[in-house]
């Protein structure tokens, strides 16, 4: 057994020897953020038509290595996947798929059913009057059932309807409301179940820690389950800013969610490092002076105070979703690196806004190590 050893001991130091001379060194596996939050939640990312065809390689090179979830930001809503009632345009959308396929992602369709973004044919005759129910109702299955029945068993979740509820818990005046009352969502839920059973299907909103809208989509799983059509999952819009809303406000309605048996996603989270702009600002003032000090104060760069204030808000976030990784199944961050980000041009043009976890030459942020150390 000695001898078995020493030879052993030989053969190690030889190879270390060997090691020295050559210069060579043992590859050490950089820790990313989908390693360091597996067995958590998913890490996603919305991706742009750049992305999904990969001209942007930067922004592809951070995917690959960050993150395991991805969610089409534009291409697979309704003017864009089915423009005209016998034409649908799959293009894109079978590139987003297959490119999430490749990287072995948990993959999100965004959204079947939306006021916004709706194609102009779709609730409206050759008239331009609303269609009757009957007709909206036939309309819904089948857009619903092409599109989810393409990608049975490839894509795994749904935003079956996108923004229904106002901020008072009353129903949006949509097309869709109009015409069907707030049976749409039902049916929509529905016609997404048969066609594909095992895809998971989300309610999906934005302030959803408001107390009016939070009470009705309670009401809404509420009513769903008690009809026995299934909702898997409530999508949490995460279009937050640096003092609204607060961690309580958000957890409460995280809480309040899953009490009723149905998982969170936080599905576009980003945050705004630019001070609120008033609702009354309109685009026509972006250029000028007074607009610039006020509402788009960092184009250049972000002081290290006002940086470090909004590290300091992303990390606690980040731990909030880590001290509920039970009930969040997966945190989806709306784009890649600043540059893309919507918040550039919301709610007015020209803001030069720093909402993500990447900067605009790519690279990462100090958020980034500080999430993966936080999830260890």
Not at 25 to 51: D, H, W
Not at 67 to 87: G, L, T, W, Y
Not at 200 to 217: C, K, P, Q, S
Request: proline share 3%.
């Amino acid at each position: 057994m000695k001898k078995i050893i020493n030879l052993s001991f030989i053969c190690l130091t030889a190879l270390l020897t060997v090691c020295m001379i050559t210069n060579c060194s043992v590859e050490v596996k950089e820790p990313t953020l989908k390693s360091a939050l597996e067995g958590k939640f998913y890490i996603g990312a919305a991706l742009n038509a750049n992305q999904v065809r990969g001209i942007d390689t930067l922004g592809v090179s951070i995917l690959e290595k960050h993150f395991n979830s991805i969610v089409a930001e534009n291409c697979m809503k309704s003017q864009e996947i089915h423009p005209e009632e016998d034409r649908y345009n799959f293009d894109l959308p079978d590139q987003f798929v297959a490119l999430g396929e490749r990287n072995g992602m948990f993959i999100i369709g965004h959204t079947l059913i939306w006021h916004s973004q709706l194609s102009s044919w779709f609730c409206v005759d050759e008239n331009g009057d609303n269609v009757s129910p009957e007709v909206l109702k036939e309309r819904m299955k089948a857009h619903i059932s092409t599109i989810v029945g393409r990608y049975k068993g490839r894509i795994h979740g749904w935003d079956v309807v996108n923004e229904a509820i106002l901020e008072d818990g009353s129903y949006r005046n949509s097309k869709f409301y109009e015409i069907l009352g707030e049976e749409f969502i039902p049916l929509a839920f529905q016609y997404a179940n048969e066609a594909d059973p095992n895809a998971e299907l989300y309610y999906n909103d934005y302030n959803e820690w408001v107390a009016g809208r939070r009470e009705t989509i309670v009401q809404l799983i509420r009513t769903l389950k008690s009809r026995g059509i299934r909702i898997d999952g409530i999508g949490m819009q995460g279009h937050v800013g640096m003092e609204n809303p607060s961690l309580a406000e958000y957890e409460a309605a995280i809480l309040d969610y899953t009490k009723e048996g149905v998982n969170v996603m936080i599905t576009e989270f980003d945050m705004s490092i630019l001070p609120a702009a008033r609702r009354d600002v309109g685009a026509d003032i972006s250029n000028t002076i007074e607009y610039q000090q006020e509402f788009n104060p960092y184009t250049t760069s972000v002081p290290n105070d006002i940086m470090d204030a909004w590290t300091n808000r992303m990390r606690a976030y980040f731990q909030l979703f880590l001290t509920h990784s039970d009930k969040i199944s997966r945190v989806t961050m709306w784009g890649i690196s600043d540059g893309t980000s919507w918040k550039n041009n919301h709610p007015v043009r020209g803001r030069t806004d720093y909402p993500l976890l990447f900067d605009r030459a790519h690279q990462e942020k100090q958020i980034v190590q500080i999430i993966i150390n936080d999830a260890k």
